[in-house]
């Protein structure tokens, strides 16, 4: 196996993990801030009850998020050090802007929200969890904007020439509102925004087939499900907005996703298939101009097909067809699956149906899926491309990296990260297993006090 290989395999091993977690971060953080502020303007102690259980289980999926975001800037200067002198500018400035707006906006609000229950007041605890929860979003912000410079570079220039060639900001707000980057934060959002809601309508879904905390089960599933009905049409939305925005600037990428070849007017779209890449064809049930009217607005647009573009700037079609098809597949089940599930709340028949609530009980695992599935066919299918069109991806790696070195480190991960992955099931497991404790429903120290202050 070549080096290339070993090394987009090592990252894509190490960053789909990580990304198991920042999601999920992100979407119980709205959540969290949603249910203190019930709890504020309430005062129901049921509301108190489940900010303490949630906050624990928003506690445990940052650590590991940290923990396993770390690794991946170490890769950046051992396998792919050309990459980082080439893009280290503009990413410097983006993470950069990470680390103080969102870095320090959760680290300095972060040991209120999970310590300061009994220590600060109702007012001054719902202000560090909306400042924990507005951290998180910035952290995606910064990402999502840096990646999609790669994406769709724009507010820059390249000094240099062969090796010493390296991308330099000239427009720092050209760079951060580049033309992909504003579509695909509201897209990463939204589906983070459903990872979270899902995960809290599958730990009341399964407390209801339990028949245990029977409350904190409905309330729990009440406002996940809202959010995620809200979450699941905005990711819509946003999808198909930022899959236009791949049409104008992106279209190889869009020709893998749809495994579309000819280039035309009134072009296909594909339901799902299989792409044939020897024989250049795409089979499975297609609707005539359904891709044009979706990538354009107009049946009768072109939509540039595979053919015409060089073999050597092509993404892998078929396995960039599947994920994103996929991704396709698994929304809209949520989004049918959502609003099966609102209708049986709104017409009180969620309890009685057994067969609804293990399939909300295990709908924790399609935001995961669709995001996982989302994220890998977003960056294969900008191959062979690590800067879109200006910098390949063979030409990003180290010079002194050995295949044999990243196997070793392949296989360390690996099996690090498996016992990270036990650790964190058995946590989460133990603390749902645990359930809401009863006492939470009885304020203490300075929440017990009343509301009259801040502090």
């Given at each position: 196996?070549?080096?290339?290989?070993?090394?987009?395999?090592?990252?894509a091993l190490t960053i789909s993990f990580h990304y198991l977690f920042p999601p999920l971060s992100i979407g119980l953080g709205v959540l969290l801030v949603v249910i203190e502020g019930l709890w504020l303007k309430t005062r129901?102690?049921?509301?108190?009850?489940?900010?303490?259980?949630?906050?624990?289980?928003?506690?445990?999926?940052?650590?590991?998020?940290?923990?396993?975001?770390?690794?991946?800037?170490?890769?950046?200067?051992?396998?792919?050090?050309?990459?980082?002198?080439?893009?280290?500018?503009?990413?410097?400035?983006?993470?950069?802007?990470?680390?103080?707006?969102?870095?320090?906006?959760?680290?300095?609000?972060?040991?209120?929200?999970?310590?300061?229950?009994?220590?600060?007041?109702?007012?001054?605890?719902?202000?560090?969890?909306?400042?924990?929860?507005?951290?998180?979003?910035?952290?995606?912000?910064?990402?999502?904007?840096?990646?999609?410079?790669?994406?769709?570079?724009?507010?820059?220039?390249?000094?240099?020439?062969?090796?010493?060639?390296?991308?330099?900001?000239?427009?720092?707000?050209?760079?951060?509102?580049?033309?992909?980057?504003?579509?695909?934060?509201?897209?990463?959002?939204?589906?983070?925004?459903?990872?979270?809601?899902?995960?809290?309508?599958?730990?009341?879904?399964?407390?209801?087939?339990?028949?245990?905390?029977?409350?904190?089960?409905?309330?729990?599933?009440?406002?996940?499900?809202?959010?995620?009905?809200?979450?699941?049409?905005?990711?819509?939305?946003?999808?198909?907005?930022?899959?236009?925005?791949?049409?104008?600037?992106?279209?190889?990428?869009?020709?893998?996703?749809?495994?579309?070849?000819?280039?035309?007017?009134?072009?296909?779209?594909?339901?799902?298939?299989?792409?044939?890449?020897?024989?250049?064809?795409?089979?499975?049930?297609?609707?005539?101009?359904?891709?044009?009217?979706?990538?354009?607005?107009?049946?009768?647009?072109?939509?540039?097909?595979?053919?015409?573009?060089?073999?050597?700037?092509?993404?892998?079609?078929?396995?960039?067809?599947?994920?994103?098809?996929?991704?396709?597949?698994?929304?809209?089940?949520?989004?049918?699956?959502?609003?099966?599930?609102?209708?049986?709340?709104?017409?009180?028949?969620?309890?009685?149906?057994?067969?609804?609530?293990?399939?909300?009980?295990?709908?924790?695992?399609?935001?995961?899926?669709?995001?996982?599935?989302?994220?890998?066919?977003?960056?294969?299918?900008?191959?062979?491309?690590?800067?879109?069109?200006?910098?390949?991806?063979?030409?990003?790696?180290?010079?002194?990296?050995?295949?044999?070195?990243?196997?070793?480190?392949?296989?360390?991960?690996?099996?690090?990260?498996?016992?990270?992955?036990?650790?964190?099931?058995?946590?989460?497991?133990?603390?749902?297993?645990?359930?809401?404790?009863?006492?939470?429903?009885?304020?203490?120290?300075?929440?017990?006090?009343?509301?009259?202050?801040?502090?």
């Open positions: 196996m070549s080096v290339e290989f070993l090394a987009r395999l090592q990252f129901n102690p049921l509301y108190h009850q489940m900010a303490r259980f949630w906050t624990r289980v928003f506690a445990l999926t940052f650590a590991i998020g940290v923990a396993t975001g770390i690794v991946m800037e170490f890769e950046f200067g051992t396998n792919w050090a050309a990459y980082s002198r080439y893009v280290g500018d503009v990413f410097g400035s983006a993470l950069a802007a990470e680390g103080i707006f969102a870095f320090f906006l959760e680290s300095g609000f972060l040991a209120v929200l999970l310590f300061g229950w009994d220590k600060v007041g109702p007012r001054m605890h719902f202000l560090a969890t909306c400042m924990v929860a507005l951290g998180a979003h910035f952290s995606a912000i910064w990402i999502v904007v840096a990646n999609s410079w790669m994406q769709t570079p724009a507010g820059y220039h390249v000094v240099g020439t062969g090796l010493s060639a390296r991308a330099e900001i000239t427009d720092f707000w050209a760079m951060v509102f580049n033309p992909s980057s504003m579509q695909r934060l509201s897209h990463t959002l939204a589906s983070a925004w459903q990872t979270g809601a899902w995960l809290m309508v599958s730990v009341g879904a399964w407390y209801l087939l339990r028949r245990r905390h029977r409350d904190f089960a409905l309330a729990s599933v009440k406002i996940g499900l809202a959010f995620a009905c809200a979450a699941a049409l905005f990711t819509l939305a946003t999808g198909h907005a930022s899959a236009g925005g791949v049409a104008r600037h992106q279209p190889a990428k869009l020709a893998a996703f749809e495994g579309h070849w000819e280039t035309g007017p009134q072009s296909p779209l594909y339901l799902f298939g299989w792409v044939d890449q020897e024989t250049e064809t795409t089979h499975g049930p297609s609707v005539p101009g359904l891709l044009s009217w979706l990538a354009y607005g107009d049946p009768a647009s072109t939509v540039t097909g595979l053919n015409d573009i060089p073999r050597d700037e092509r993404p892998p079609v078929n396995f960039t067809f599947q994920l994103f098809h996929l991704m396709v597949a698994v929304g809209f089940a949520l989004i049918g699956l959502a609003a099966w599930a609102a209708w049986a709340l709104w017409r009180g028949r969620l309890e009685g149906s057994r067969l609804l609530l293990w399939l909300l009980t295990f709908s924790v695992l399609g935001p995961q899926i669709a995001t996982q599935a989302g994220w890998w066919a977003a960056e294969v299918g900008r191959q062979p491309w690590i800067v879109y069109q200006l910098l390949r991806t063979s030409q990003g790696l180290s010079a002194v990296v050995t295949a044999n070195q990243i196997i070793a480190s392949i296989v360390m991960f690996t099996a690090v990260y498996l016992l990270l992955f036990a650790v964190f099931v058995f946590l989460l497991n133990d603390k749902i297993q645990h359930g809401p404790d009863d006492a939470d429903l009885q304020p203490t120290g300075k929440h017990a006090l009343g509301f009259g202050g801040s502090s």
